[in-house]
């Protein structure tokens, strides 16, 4: 019996035990061969995704996005191999022989099974990608057919280019001010060679703008050529293409040899063309953003008024450009709202109603347009349907409602997807998906960059690179996509860096078609339900009614959850959510009706994004400390936020947001966190404990504290001076807090951003030292001495700001020299301020300046005529005798701000209550009203010896 046992196990047992042992050996090996082959087998898609957009048999083409989607769900389920595999990888011990204890022997044990079953998933799923792939290709033949299709795209592609070329004078809309410009930049001017580049999306017109300008100047020059740059041109086929125009244009037969000619031979022969000659040359459509290198040499500078003219969709080729002395930028925009109304019925009427929109029409045009974004691709291309179908306004308002299922399915519109889809396809892997992350919001909104840098980090789109971080990288993928004109910049910081962004309309439309062909994000609202073919990846729920109670089939495959709804989240719904969707990294709550989090929030485990912005929480589960990769946590609500000492356990945790989070359960273990680089807004405990542990964090580059007690000013000190990476740094002191007294006594090299709320000992004489700050922020200082002297010295400061209290002097003297860069000054309820003086040589860059509630200025600040490039001047809450004294007709100091384009003057409220509320509000901020808040609390506490209480928005007045 005993022999045929060791009989079983030799022959059977022990082949298997070293299977799995050379399996677990070889586990990281492979993975790295997988990610590899992943990254390939994405490639394939994409080019087949190409192939299929391209094919002109619509039922071939329909096959071919099914068997598509096959070959991304083989791809999805390889990065959740994958992702199991990490986190597998993090519990694995460093060395086995160290798990001497019990319970560490069997949690070895354990992690090598999971790590077993990972890699006979791994040989799995490696079987399924191959036998995926060979059945598409077994299925469609693409490679047998990629020249013929590569035909068909081309073919498709010339005549979408060309089109343009051909449209009649009298056809064009809306370009009358550019085609005035564009002359004058082509005609006028200088003498020497002048690149003039028109930039701007796809779609927007500027193959049409540029020709016609081309058609009404080139008479003025004695050479011409046109020329269509193809994404894929080589150099010496562009100089081939320019020496055979130029010479058609002079009626003379090109060299024989010319298709034979190398580079340098054919630029040889464009210069000769162009010897001592006024010429002017249109490149259209260039891509390659080195393009002016491969021409340049060729296009001599006869110093006799020659211009070349650009137009191109990427910032970029615009920026090389400008490597020649000689530049000139025209960025196109979409056109007016009237103008896009003109251009619709233009084409929905032709020569009916001699070219006027009729009453009848006009609103349900103006919708169109509007919906259109008012690109003239999307005009043209619908007023040419809307003239053969729609012959009604109640046709017209049929098809508005409708407007985007027709954009999305209507072979007729195709051209829009067409030409919106060029730059998406020219985009890497990794910036198509970045694009694609605007579709998860609604059209319109406007994304803030930190939020959105946040969330392409969780989901793996953003790789560290060597000497940037990971908010670098992000920024440098965001600037890209703006540079190829499709991002739009919402707003800008007064450093210049983009602050929010969103994307055209149209581009809105094309990126949710492209989701839902890919699998990337099903949004769900009253117009969507969850009707979806496929594994998704991501879920944007925007509606009331969402049903969780449905089939669980394909839920594993989710990876983000985006939340919009006021009126969804109850506890048993998002306790329901997370059982569900087990494998989230993003999972975002905005606006959500939400009290408490459920326990099982801590099954999450591959959570790396977490927001709770804009809900009602007051507090975290424990089990938060499970969630061993999440990177950022946003808990800004309108409360207090208890955090459980177990968060101490995250570290992985690199961004913790919040308007007031409570120190008391992790005052003395926060040190740990090591890898917090944001962490915002922390409430100091009463004993200061936790500011000991914040020196520990030395990855820290934004830090804003509350409740901060004066008499903590050594220790908080101490901590600072730890922190070499700190870029950005808040203080809020503690009502009725002793002042503080800082000493700091590092360089702070990195530091951009100050801002110190609460009384000052004296003004800090490390602040002038600082030599990267951008801003700085005073409030409630009670300083009667600001040594704006040593202000002004600061080299790179755009930003001063002396708000409530922050001064209590008399007069603020701003002496020649002083503040060269100060972009934007803000004086606010400073209520002894009596007299500003501003010496000529001062404040030469300042753009914008800000005067709110100062009772006692009765007089415009002396020497602000000097300030020349001062374009906002914003007056708020100011004594009448001001407002006097700068109206245009009677006003005697009217002289000193005439040359100011925007002056904007609020009078005064009569409800001072109101004055006060609506101050808080739009001056204060969100935060700084639930700092009051605090303050009210602190003194409600002391008079009724209570601490706390439930609710901080229960005042009894």
Same mark, same amino acid.
């Given at each position: 019996m005993a022999e045929t046992a060791v009989s079983f196990s030799?022959?059977?047992?022990?082949?298997?035990?070293?299977?799995?042992?050379?399996?677990?050996?070889?586990?990281?090996?492979?993975?790295?061969?997988?990610?590899?082959?992943?990254?390939?087998?994405?490639?394939?898609?994409?080019?087949?995704?190409?192939?299929?957009?391209?094919?002109?048999?619509?039922?071939?083409?329909?096959?071919?996005?099914?068997?598509?989607?096959?070959?991304?769900?083989?791809?999805?389920?390889?990065?959740d191999v994958i992702d199991d595999?990490?986190?597998?990888?993090?519990?694995?011990?460093?060395?086995?022989?160290?798990?001497?204890?019990?319970?560490?022997?069997?949690?070895?044990?354990?992690?090598?099974?999971?790590?077993?079953?990972?890699?006979?998933?791994?040989?799995d799923v490696k079987a399924l990608l191959r036998a995926e792939r060979d059945g598409f290709e077994n299925r469609f033949r693409t490679g047998s057919r990629s020249d013929g299709t590569r035909g068909n795209e081309n073919f498709t592609w010339q005549k979408l280019r060309m089109d343009p070329l051909f449209i009649k004078e009298d056809e064009v809309v809306g370009f009358e001010e550019d085609i005035d410009t564009l002359k004058k930049c082509l005609t006028e001017g200088r003498k020497e060679r002048t690149v003039i580049s028109i930039v701007g999306m796809a779609g927007l017109g500027k193959t049409i703008l540029s020709k016609q300008v081309f058609d009404r100047v080139h008479t003025d020059f004695e050479c011409h050529a046109l020329i269509t740059v193809s994404r894929s041109y080589t150099v010496e086929g562009l100089l081939r293409d320019m020496t055979n125009k130029l010479c058609k244009e002079r009626r003379e037969d090109p060299p024989r040899d010319v298709a034979f000619m190398d580079q340098m031979s054919l630029i040889k022969e464009v210069r000769n063309r162009l010897h001592n000659k006024r010429y002017v040359v249109l490149f259209d459509d260039v891509w390659n953003e080195t393009f002016w290198d491969d021409i340049e040499l060729a296009l001599i500078d006869n110093k006799n008024g020659s211009r070349i003219l650009i137009t191109t969709r990427d910032q970029k080729v615009v920026d090389f450009c400008k490597k020649c002395l000689f530049f000139e930028v025209h960025k196109l925009q979409p056109l007016s709202n009237s103008k896009s109304l003109e251009l619709l019925c233009k084409k929905a009427f032709g020569n009916g109603f001699h070219g006027c929109c009729p009453k009848d029409y006009e609103e349900v045009g103006l919708d169109i347009v509007r919906k259109c974004g008012c690109l003239p691709l999307a005009i043209v291309a619908i007023g040419s349907l809307l003239y053969r179908k729609c012959k009604s306004p109640s046709d017209w308002g049929l098809f508005s409602q409708h407007l985007s299922l027709e954009l999305e399915s209507n072979s007729e519109l195709d051209c829009v997807k067409k030409i919106l889809s060029l730059s998406y396809d020219d985009l890497p892997q990794n910036l198509r998906s970045c694009l694609l992350y605007f579709g998860i919001y609604s059209k319109d909104y406007k994304v803030k960059c930190s939020r959105l840098f946040q969330q392409w980090i969780a989901e793996g789109f953003v790789k560290q690179e060597r000497g940037r971080n990971l908010e670098e990288v992000a920024e440098q993928q965001i600037m890209e996509l703006i540079s190829r004109s499709l991002v739009l910049v919402s707003s800008f910081t007064t450093e210049g860096k983009v602050k929010a962004c969103h994307v055209h309309d149209s581009i809105h439309e094309m990126i949710r078609e492209k989701m839902k062909n890919t699998g990337f994000c099903h949004y769900i609202?009253?117009?969507?339900?969850?009707?979806?073919?496929?594994?998704?990846?991501?879920?944007t729920i925007a509606t009331n009614s969402y049903d969780l109670s449905g089939s669980s089939e394909g839920s594993q495959y989710v990876r983000s959850i985006f939340i919009f709804t006021n009126e969804l989240s109850s506890e048993g719904f998002t306790r329901c959510l997370l059982a569900k969707y087990t494998r989230l990294k993003v999972l975002i709550f905005e606006i959500a009706p939400l009290y408490d989090v459920p326990e099982n929030l801590g099954s999450l485990i591959h959570l790396k994004y977490l927001s709770f912005r804009n809900t009602s929480i007051r507090s975290l589960p424990k089990s938060i400390g499970e969630l061993q990769n999440l990177e950022s946590l946003d808990v800004r609500t309108n409360r207090v936020i208890e955090v459980p000492k177990e968060i101490t356990k995250l570290r992985k945790l690199r961004c913790l947001f919040g308007y007031r989070i409570s120190t008391i359960e992790v005052k003395d273990s926060l040190g740990k966190m090591t890898s917090l680089e944001k962490m915002h807004e922390l409430r100091i405990d009463e004993d200061g404990v936790v500011i000991r542990e914040l020196g520990k964090l030395n990855q820290l580059r934004d830090l804003r504290l509350s409740n901060f007690m004066g008499d903590h000013s050594d220790a908080l000190s101490s901590s600072i001076n730890e922190m070499q990476l700190l870029?950005?740094?808040?203080?809020?002191?503690?009502?009725?807090?002793?002042?503080?007294?800082?000493?700091?006594?590092?360089? =702070?090299? +990195? &530091?951009?951003? $100050?801002?110190? !709320?609460?009384?000052?000992? @004296? %003004?800090?004489?490390? #602040?002038?030292?600082?030599?990267?700050?951008?801003?700085?922020?005073?409030?409630?200082?009670?300083?009667?001495?600001?040594?704006?002297?040593?202000?002004?010295?600061?080299?790179?400061?755009?930003?001063?700001?002396?708000?409530?209290?922050?001064?209590?002097?008399?007069?603020?003297?701003?002496?020649?020299?002083?503040?060269?860069?100060?972009?934007?000054?803000?004086?606010?309820?400073?209520?002894?301020?009596?007299?500003?003086?501003?010496?000529?040589?001062?404040?030469?860059?300042?753009?914008?300046?800000?005067?709110?509630?100062?009772?006692?200025?009765?007089?415009?600040?002396?020497?602000?005529?000097? =300030?020349? +490039? &001062?374009?906002? $001047?914003?007056? !708020?809450?100011?004594?009448? @005798? %001001?407002?006097?004294? #700068?109206?245009?007709?009677?006003?005697?100091?009217?002289?000193?701000?005439?040359?100011?384009?925007?002056?904007?003057?609020?009078?005064?409220?009569?409800?001072?209550?109101m004055y006060d509320l609506s101050k808080n509000i739009f001056m204060e901020g969100v935060a700084d009203i639930l700092r009051y808040i605090d303050g009210i609390e602190v003194l409600a506490s002391s008079a009724s010896g209570v601490v706390g209480g439930d609710d901080p928005f229960q005042i009894k007045l």
């Open positions: 030799s022959q059977h047992v022990l082949p298997k035990l070293l299977e799995a042992v050379k399996m677990l050996r070889n586990l990281p090996k492979e993975v790295a061969e997988v990610i590899d082959e992943l990254e390939s087998f994405q490639d394939f898609i994409d080019d087949e995704d190409k192939v299929a957009e391209a094919e002109h048999d619509h039922n071939r083409r329909d096959r071919i996005i099914k068997g598509l989607t096959r070959l991304r769900e083989a791809a999805f389920r390889m990065e595999y990490v986190i597998c990888d993090e519990k694995q011990p460093e060395d086995p022989r160290c798990a001497a204890l019990l319970c560490e022997v069997v949690e070895f044990i354990k992690t090598q099974i999971h790590r077993l079953q990972i890699a006979y998933q791994i040989q609202d009253e117009h969507n339900d969850f009707e979806s073919s496929g594994m998704i990846r991501r879920l870029e950005r740094l808040d203080i809020f002191v503690q009502y009725m807090s002793e002042p503080i007294d800082l000493h700091i006594t590092s360089p =702070l090299y +990195k &530091l951009r951003k $100050l801002h110190l !709320f609460g009384i000052l000992k @004296e %003004f800090p004489s490390w #602040i002038p030292r600082l030599q990267n700050l951008v801003k700085l922020s005073l409030k409630l200082s009670m300083l009667n001495n600001i040594p704006l002297k040593s202000l002004g010295n600061m080299p790179n400061l755009l930003i001063l700001s002396f708000d409530s209290g922050s001064y209590e002097g008399e007069t603020l003297h701003f002496e020649n020299g002083g503040f060269q860069k100060l972009k934007e000054l803000r004086f606010r309820a400073l209520y002894n301020l009596r007299s500003i003086f501003i010496d000529k040589g001062a404040l030469q860059s300042l753009e914008k300046l800000h005067m709110f509630d100062l009772p006692q200025l009765k007089a415009v600040p002396s020497g602000i005529q000097h =300030l020349k +490039k &001062l374009h906002v $001047l914003d007056i !708020f809450h100011m004594p009448t @005798e %001001f407002h006097q004294r #700068i109206e245009p007709e009677t006003g005697e100091d009217h002289w000193m701000v005439k040359h100011v384009a925007d002056v904007l003057a609020g009078s005064d409220f009569k409800n001072q209550l």
